[in-house]
């Protein structure tokens, strides 16, 4: 059982999308060409989140 997990994963993935959001929003103001770049990397980051593609060590 690895439900115990998630709640960690999914706390950590969504301070992590926050950092990005922010990170993003800070950078739209320099520029107009970046928040493309970073708004992919969110839409990858948050499939990598939602995916539990990583095998568990103690299973």
């Known amino acids: 059982m690895v439900f115990w997990k998630f709640p960690a ?3 950590y993935c969504l301070n992590a ?3 990005m959001k922010g990170i993003s929003t800070f950078l739209s ?3 107009t060409v970046l928040p493309d770049t970073f708004t992919s ?3 990858l980051s948050n499939v990598f989140c939602i ?3 990583f095998p568990d060590p103690e299973d």
Do not use: G, K, V, W
């Open 9 to 11: 994963i999914s706390r």
């Open 17 to 19: 999308y926050f950092f």
């Open 29 to 31: 103001q320099l520029s």
């Open 41 to 43: 990397i969110l839409f």
């Open 51 to 53: 995916t539990p593609s």
